[in-house]
C-alpha cells in the first residue's frame, strides 16, 4: 500500500514540475519539483534494485519514504526568528516544496522548519565530533561554529548537512552548504548539493 501512495506522489511530483515549468523551453524550470521527482525515482530504481539482488526478504519501505508537505510562510518565518538569520531563497524554496523529507537519499533526512534551531541533541554530537577529528572552524570559511545551521543528518548521527543562511539579515539567492562526516565537502548551494546527490545515485547500483 505504501509503494502506491508513493507511486502517486511520483507522479503528482512530476505533475507539478511541469505545472511550473513555463510553455517558453528557454526559461528555467522548477528546480525543487524536478529534483524531487528524480530523488522519489531514484528511491523506487534503489528499493527495486534492492528487492531483486537478495535483500527481498527485508523490509525496506523506509527507502520510499516521500517528502513532508510544504511548509507555510508562517512556518519559515518562525524557523528564521529562532535561528536568528535569514534563510537563502534557495532552501526557503525547498522547504515551500517539502518541509522535511526522512531518508531523502538512502539513511541522510532533510529537516523541516521545526528541526532548524540553534539547540538540538544533534548539533551536540556535531560539535562532539568536530572536536574528535579537530576540524577547525576556518575549514568552514565561517567565524564560528554558531554560524553553521544543521539542515540535515543520517539516521545515526555521523553525518551532518550544514548551511549558513544570508549575511547580516540580508535577502541571498544561496548559501554554502557542507556535508560533514569527519572530512568536509562544500557545495555552493542546496541546489548544488541535491543535484550531486541526485548523480550520484543515478550512477550507483547499476
Known amino acids: 500500500m505504501r509503494l502506491v501512495r508513493t507511486t502517486v506522489i511520483l507522479l503528482a511530483a512530476l505533475a507539478a514540475g511541469a505545472g511550473c515549468s513555463p510553455s517558453d523551453p528557454d526559461a528555467p524550470r522548477d528546480w525543487c519539483a524536478d529534483t524531487i521527482a528524480a530523488l522519489i525515482s531514484e528511491q523506487h530504481r534503489w528499493y527495486d534494485y ?4 537478495g535483500r527481498g526478504n527485508v523490509d525496506l519501505t523506509w527507502m520510499v519514504t516521500p517528502p513532508n508537505p510544504p511548509a507555510t510562510a508562517e512556518q519559515i518565518d518562525a524557523a528564521e526568528q529562532r535561528l536568528g538569520k535569514r534563510l537563502d531563497r534557495q532552501l526557503r524554496n525547498w522547504l515551500e516544496h517539502a518541509n522535511g523529507w ?6 541522510t533526512t532533510l529537516y523541516s522548519t521545526d528541526q532548524l534551531t540553534p539547540d538540538s541533541p544533534e548539533r551536540d554530537i556535531f560539535l562532539e565530533g568536530i572536536g574528535e577529528t579537530d576540524t577547525q572552524i576556518d575549514e568552514f570559511g565561517v567565524d564560528s561554529f554558531d554560524d553553521l545551521t544543521i539542515i540535515g543528518t543520517n539516521d545515526n548521527q555521523s553525518r551532518f548537512i550544514l548551511t549558513t543562511g544570508c549575511a547580516d539579515d540580508s535577502d541571498c539567492d544561496s548559501a554554502p552548504v557542507w556535508a560533514f562526516d569527519g572530512d568536509i565537502e562544500k557545495f555552493a548551494g542546496l541546489r548544488d548539493f541535491l543535484t550531486k546527490r541526485v548523480e550520484g545515485l543515478k550512477a550507483a547500483k547499476r
Open 50 to 53: 534492492d528487492m531483486t539482488h
Open 102 to 107: 526522512e531518508f531523502a537519499f538512502g539513511t
